[in-house]
């Protein structure tokens, strides 16, 4: 159902663990405290794609009085007596994804001057065009959704944009209305990527540009599967049958057609893919077994035995948190940073593309999320070229002003990747970096300080960079 502020998220399928209680969390939440008996619980995302469900808001009751006030305002003659429903759901593939577009474009501009004639005295005015050339390149998020099943019957290929505010619940046989079929998911994720990329050449042979080549790509898509309920209702009129297809959430009719097509929902028996269920499990340190804080966080230092705790595992991570020293600010506040190593391959071509980091070994990429990408590559850049000239020490504890690391490592490279083809990009190199992927020597998490100034935040210890104030507010 369509929540009234449009707050995101999906109601986990399983109790507590310690208390049995039902739990509630938003989408993009990985770590919760029980509402019921106070555990700190963190929920696990499985490797295979998960499955969710919306809600039906319609039923069989109220679908025949939205079909004809359909009908009446098309002034078609209302349904009769004999009616059939068939309640369906129907598995869309959700993707979210990171688009870079490139679009080379030229822009004539006029310039108007003073004439002169031979004598040096104006002659009257002068207009004069030329001709500049403009390179935008942006990196935005991209999330779309495609029907998963077939299309014997003319469901729409799209949700749209409903999965971002709609509320969805772990699709599970407890959570099937009886009423309801469910046609299976056989599009594979394999399919959904080649369509992807197919559609990007499409937008890039449809996107001429005016000099050189406009580029869409798309990086690290992630999908889940989303069943949204339909009503598919006959209605004979004479002896011409009708069919409608009814949104369940909305009760709109989306199609009205008189050419029925053979297809039994019922017996259906076309296998489907299989998906990746949640889990759940205490949040605590593996150390001495006390609760880990419940903000969200991909690292933790243990309150009880000063243990780092990282929820993620790669064997090029050092196993200590670092920090600038503080400017002695009253109102700094401590950001994390995600430090990566070059390999030597890579150090040359990569300090050469980031320019500004000559001196630096390292690619530095914020451990915060930004809404804006382009703004992360631009701090992205800075703090790489800042990272050779920051003082950095071991820390052993988190204190209240160190915000959480909200981005994970595993989406930090993968946002390197991107980062680096931008750049590339955006220098006109021929080379593509876009096949490498991006594998640093070592990885590190360190802190840096940084305070408001106006409508900015500035780092504490340069007093050189600076990101936009309303990106983490």
Same mark, same amino acid.
């Given at each position: ?68 006030? %359909? ?20 598995? %869309? ?136 309920? %339909? ?225 900015? %935040? ?16």
């Amino acid at each position: 159902m369509i929540t009234p502020n449009k707050k995101s998220g999906f109601y986990i399928g399983v109790s507590c663990p310690g208390c049995g209680g039902e739990l509630e969390v938003q989408s993009d939440f990985f770590v919760l405290a029980c509402t019921h008996c106070g555990s700190s619980l963190r929920i696990i995302m499985p490797g295979t794609p998960p499955a969710y469900m919306i809600k039906s808001a319609e039923n069989k009751r109220t679908i025949r009085f939205q079909i004809d006030r %359909y009908l009446k305002k098309n002034s078609m003659p209302l349904t009769s007596s004999q009616f059939e429903i068939k309640s369906v759901y129907t598995p %869309y593939w959700k993707i979210d994804a990171v688009v870079l577009k490139v679009r080379n474009t030229i822009i004539e501009h006029m310039r108007v001057g003073d004439e002169y004639n031979n004598y040096g005295y104006g002659g009257g005015e002068q207009t004069t065009t030329y001709e500049q050339k403009i390179t935008d390149i942006r990196l935005v998020p991209f999330t779309i959704t495609q029907i998963a099943t077939e299309r014997k019957i003319q469901f729409p290929f799209s949700l749209g944009m409903r999965t971002e505010y709609i509320k969805m619940i772990p699709f599970a046989d407890e959570n099937i209305d009886d009423e309801f079929e469910c046609l299976p998911a056989i599009k594979e994720w394999s399919q959904v990527i080649d369509d992807l990329d197919n559609n990007a050449s499409s937008v890039n042979e449809l996107s001429a540009a005016d000099f050189g080549i406009n580029k869409t790509e798309i990086f690290h898509p992630v999908g889940s599967i989303v069943y949204f309920p %339909y009503f598919v209702v006959e209605s004979p009129h004479g002896e011409q049958m009708r069919q409608f297809i009814v949104d369940g959430i909305s009760g709109r009719v989306l199609k009205y057609s008189t050419e029925l097509l053979d297809y039994d929902i019922e017996k259906n028996e076309t296998p489907g893919i299989e998906f990746g269920e949640l889990g759940i499990e205490f949040h605590r340190c593996p150390n001495c077994g006390e609760d880990l804080p419940s903000r969200q966080s991909f690292v933790y230092i243990c309150d009880n035995c000063q243990e780092l705790v990282l929820l993620e595992k790669y064997s090029f991570v050092e196993n200590q948190i670092f920090s600038a020293p503080s400017g002695g600010n009253p109102n700094d506040r401590m950001f994390p940073f995600w430090s990566m190593k070059l390999s030597g391959e890579h150090q040359e071509k990569i300090r050469k593309m980031f320019g500004g980091i000559y001196n630096s070994d390292r690619l530095v990429l914020p451990g915060f999320k930004l809404p804006n990408f382009e703004a992360m590559f631009r701090l992205s850049k800075r703090m790489s070229a800042a990272a050779a000239k920051l003082d950095l020490s071991p820390i052993e504890k988190l204190e209240r002003h160190f915000m959480p690391v909200n981005l994970s490592l595993t989406e930090a490279l993968t946002l390197a990747e991107v980062l680096i083809y931008r750049d590339s990009i955006g220098k006109g190199m021929k080379q593509s970096f876009r096949e490498a992927k991006f594998s640093p020597e070592q990885a590190s998490l360190f802190y840096a300080p940084f305070h408001p100034e106006s409508y900015f %935040y500035v780092d504490s210890v340069l007093g050189a960079v600076t990101f936009e104030k309303n990106l983490v507010e």
